[in-house]
Protein backbone atom coordinates (compact mmCIF):
# COMPACT_ATOMS: atom_id res chain seq x y z
CA UNK A 1 0.00 0.00 0.00
CA UNK A 2 2.71 2.38 1.13
CA UNK A 3 4.96 1.65 -2.64
CA UNK A 4 1.40 2.55 -4.36
CA UNK A 5 0.90 5.42 -2.58
CA UNK A 6 4.65 6.59 -3.32
CA UNK A 7 3.76 5.72 -6.87
CA UNK A 8 0.81 8.07 -6.91
CA UNK A 9 2.89 11.00 -5.00
CA UNK A 10 5.37 10.55 -8.15
CA UNK A 11 2.67 10.57 -10.69
CA UNK A 12 1.05 14.13 -9.01
CA UNK A 13 4.13 15.95 -8.84
CA UNK A 14 5.10 15.00 -12.19
CA UNK A 15 1.76 16.37 -13.29
CA UNK A 16 2.70 19.67 -11.36
CA UNK A 17 5.94 19.64 -13.37
CA UNK A 18 4.43 19.38 -16.72
CA UNK A 19 1.42 22.18 -15.80
CA UNK A 20 4.27 24.37 -14.89
CA UNK A 21 6.15 23.99 -17.99
CA UNK A 22 3.28 24.78 -20.30
CA UNK A 23 2.21 27.35 -18.05
CA UNK A 24 5.90 29.34 -18.92
CA UNK A 25 5.25 28.10 -22.34
CA UNK A 26 2.50 29.63 -23.04
CA UNK A 27 3.58 33.28 -21.57
CA UNK A 28 6.28 33.57 -24.23
CA UNK A 29 5.09 36.28 -26.56
CA UNK A 30 3.23 34.19 -29.65
CA UNK A 31 4.75 36.61 -32.25
CA UNK A 32 8.45 37.86 -32.63
CA UNK A 33 10.51 39.38 -34.80
CA UNK A 34 12.81 37.00 -36.15
CA UNK A 35 15.52 38.74 -37.00
CA UNK A 36 15.30 41.02 -33.63
CA UNK A 37 15.38 37.61 -32.03
CA UNK A 38 18.36 35.79 -33.72
CA UNK A 39 20.62 39.01 -33.45
CA UNK A 40 19.91 38.55 -29.73
CA UNK A 41 20.35 35.08 -29.69
CA UNK A 42 23.57 35.31 -31.34
CA UNK A 43 24.67 38.44 -28.83
CA UNK A 44 23.55 36.21 -26.12
CA UNK A 45 25.71 33.76 -26.81
CA UNK A 46 29.10 35.67 -27.09
CA UNK A 47 31.64 36.61 -24.67
CA UNK A 48 30.36 38.94 -22.51
CA UNK A 49 32.67 41.55 -24.17
CA UNK A 50 30.39 44.99 -24.68
CA UNK A 51 29.01 46.47 -27.93
CA UNK A 52 31.25 49.30 -29.21
CA UNK A 53 28.97 52.27 -31.13
CA UNK A 54 30.92 55.26 -32.37
CA UNK A 55 28.80 57.58 -34.24
CA UNK A 56 27.70 61.76 -34.32
CA UNK A 57 24.51 63.42 -33.31
CA UNK A 58 23.84 66.49 -34.64
CA UNK A 59 21.39 68.98 -32.18
CA UNK A 60 20.03 72.16 -34.41
CA UNK A 61 18.48 74.42 -32.60
CA UNK A 62 18.80 77.64 -34.98
CA UNK A 63 17.41 78.10 -39.27
CA UNK A 64 14.81 77.37 -40.85
CA UNK A 65 14.43 73.53 -39.82
CA UNK A 66 15.35 72.73 -36.52
CA UNK A 67 15.65 69.46 -34.98
CA UNK A 68 15.35 70.08 -32.17
CA UNK A 69 12.83 72.76 -30.19
CA UNK A 70 12.29 74.61 -27.37
CA UNK A 71 9.14 73.71 -26.11
CA UNK A 72 9.01 75.40 -22.80
CA UNK A 73 11.22 78.68 -22.23
CA UNK A 74 13.23 79.28 -18.51
CA UNK A 75 10.64 80.85 -16.59
CA UNK A 76 11.19 84.56 -15.68
CA UNK A 77 11.26 83.72 -11.93
CA UNK A 78 13.50 81.23 -11.47
CA UNK A 79 16.00 83.80 -11.91
CA UNK A 80 15.60 85.30 -8.41
CA UNK A 81 16.56 81.87 -6.45
CA UNK A 82 19.04 80.37 -9.81
CA UNK A 83 21.43 81.49 -12.19
CA UNK A 84 20.09 83.05 -14.98
CA UNK A 85 23.33 81.32 -17.43
CA UNK A 86 21.84 77.55 -16.11
CA UNK A 87 18.09 78.00 -18.16
CA UNK A 88 16.50 76.71 -15.00
CA UNK A 89 13.21 74.93 -16.88
CA UNK A 90 13.91 74.90 -20.28
CA UNK A 91 12.47 71.56 -22.34
CA UNK A 92 13.88 71.02 -25.78
CA UNK A 93 12.41 68.41 -27.64
CA UNK A 94 14.72 66.51 -29.93
CA UNK A 95 14.60 64.46 -33.22
CA UNK A 96 18.30 65.12 -34.03
CA UNK A 97 20.42 63.16 -36.72
CA UNK A 98 23.00 60.29 -36.06
CA UNK A 99 25.63 59.65 -38.66
CA UNK A 100 28.58 57.98 -39.11
CA UNK A 101 30.74 61.04 -39.07
CA UNK A 102 31.20 64.59 -37.67
CA UNK A 103 29.68 65.54 -41.23
CA UNK A 104 25.87 66.21 -41.33
CA UNK A 105 25.78 64.59 -44.61
CA UNK A 106 28.08 61.47 -43.96
CA UNK A 107 26.51 58.48 -44.00
CA UNK A 108 22.91 58.34 -41.70
CA UNK A 109 23.26 56.04 -38.52
CA UNK A 110 19.68 56.58 -36.58
CA UNK A 111 17.91 59.57 -34.93
CA UNK A 112 17.99 60.46 -31.16
CA UNK A 113 15.12 61.33 -30.30
CA UNK A 114 13.65 62.80 -26.38
CA UNK A 115 13.83 66.09 -24.58
CA UNK A 116 16.79 67.68 -22.50
CA UNK A 117 15.55 69.58 -19.64
CA UNK A 118 17.39 72.15 -17.80
CA UNK A 119 17.23 71.25 -14.44
CA UNK A 120 20.48 72.45 -12.38
CA UNK A 121 19.96 75.60 -10.42
CA UNK A 122 23.98 76.68 -10.85
CA UNK A 123 25.06 75.39 -14.15
CA UNK A 124 23.84 74.39 -17.53
CA UNK A 125 22.98 70.93 -16.55
CA UNK A 126 20.55 68.83 -18.03
CA UNK A 127 18.24 66.03 -17.21
CA UNK A 128 18.64 63.83 -21.10
CA UNK A 129 15.90 61.04 -21.70
CA UNK A 130 16.33 59.61 -25.36
CA UNK A 131 15.92 56.86 -27.43
CA UNK A 132 18.75 56.09 -29.59
CA UNK A 133 16.49 54.44 -33.00
CA UNK A 134 19.39 52.87 -35.08
CA UNK A 135 18.11 53.22 -38.97
CA UNK A 136 21.00 51.30 -40.68
CA UNK A 137 23.55 48.84 -40.11
CA UNK A 138 23.77 45.52 -38.21
CA UNK A 139 21.35 47.34 -35.49
CA UNK A 140 18.61 48.80 -37.95
CA UNK A 141 15.44 48.84 -36.72
CA UNK A 142 16.71 48.66 -32.86
CA UNK A 143 16.80 50.77 -30.35
CA UNK A 144 19.06 52.36 -26.86
CA UNK A 145 16.66 54.28 -24.13
CA UNK A 146 19.08 55.94 -22.07
CA UNK A 147 18.36 58.73 -19.35
CA UNK A 148 20.90 60.45 -17.38
CA UNK A 149 22.73 63.76 -16.69
CA UNK A 150 24.47 66.05 -19.31
CA UNK A 151 26.51 69.25 -19.18
CA UNK A 152 26.95 69.71 -22.01
CA UNK A 153 30.13 72.43 -21.10
CA UNK A 154 31.54 69.41 -19.79
CA UNK A 155 34.81 67.77 -21.59
CA UNK A 156 33.14 64.22 -21.53
CA UNK A 157 29.48 63.23 -20.21
CA UNK A 158 28.62 59.46 -18.99
CA UNK A 159 24.81 58.81 -19.91
CA UNK A 160 23.68 55.33 -18.20
CA UNK A 161 21.69 53.06 -20.65
CA UNK A 162 18.55 52.09 -19.28
CA UNK A 163 17.26 49.19 -21.45
CA UNK A 164 16.90 48.74 -25.09
CA UNK A 165 14.75 47.03 -28.17
CA UNK A 166 15.37 44.26 -31.01
CA UNK A 167 18.75 43.24 -30.96
CA UNK A 168 19.48 45.27 -27.44
CA UNK A 169 17.03 43.64 -25.24
CA UNK A 170 18.09 43.59 -21.97
CA UNK A 171 20.61 46.40 -22.33
CA UNK A 172 22.35 47.94 -20.24
CA UNK A 173 26.00 49.83 -20.43
CA UNK A 174 26.93 53.45 -20.85
CA UNK A 175 27.43 56.15 -23.54
CA UNK A 176 29.79 59.07 -23.74
CA UNK A 177 29.28 61.96 -24.54
CA UNK A 178 32.10 64.71 -26.02
CA UNK A 179 31.51 68.23 -27.88
CA UNK A 180 33.16 67.83 -31.68
CA UNK A 181 31.53 71.03 -32.79
CA UNK A 182 29.78 73.77 -30.78
CA UNK A 183 28.20 77.41 -31.77
CA UNK A 184 27.97 79.44 -28.57
CA UNK A 185 25.77 82.22 -30.98
CA UNK A 186 23.14 79.95 -32.11
CA UNK A 187 24.02 76.81 -29.76
CA UNK A 188 23.71 74.46 -32.47
CA UNK A 189 26.07 71.93 -31.38
CA UNK A 190 27.88 68.63 -32.56
CA UNK A 191 28.42 65.90 -29.94
CA UNK A 192 30.97 62.50 -30.41
CA UNK A 193 29.06 59.66 -29.21
CA UNK A 194 31.19 56.57 -27.52
CA UNK A 195 28.75 53.91 -26.50
CA UNK A 196 29.26 50.46 -24.68
CA UNK A 197 26.65 48.15 -24.40
CA UNK A 198 25.89 44.46 -23.25
CA UNK A 199 22.86 43.09 -24.85
C1 LIG B 1 16.34 49.39 -42.27
O1 LIG B 1 15.24 48.55 -42.07
C2 LIG B 1 14.07 48.98 -42.77
C3 LIG B 1 12.93 48.08 -42.33
O2 LIG B 1 13.28 46.74 -42.41
C4 LIG B 1 14.32 48.94 -44.25
O3 LIG B 1 13.20 49.37 -44.95
C5 LIG B 1 15.50 49.83 -44.57
O4 LIG B 1 15.83 49.72 -45.95
C6 LIG B 1 16.72 49.46 -43.73
N1 LIG B 1 17.72 50.47 -43.94
C7 LIG B 1 18.99 50.18 -44.22
C8 LIG B 1 19.87 51.34 -44.47
O5 LIG B 1 19.41 49.04 -44.26
Redesign the pocket.
Known amino acids: MASKAVTLLVLFLALIVVVAAAAVEARRPQSDDPTAAAAHAKRRSKDATPTHLHFFFHDTVSGKSPTAIRVVDPPASSSSSSSPFSMFGMVNVMDDPLTEGPEQDSG ?1 VGRAQGLYMASDQNTIGFLQAMNLVF ?3 DF ?2 STLALLGRNCPLDDVRELPIVGGTGAFRFARGYALLHTHWLDFQTGDATVEYNVYVMH
Do not use: F, L, M, V
Open positions: PTSGNG
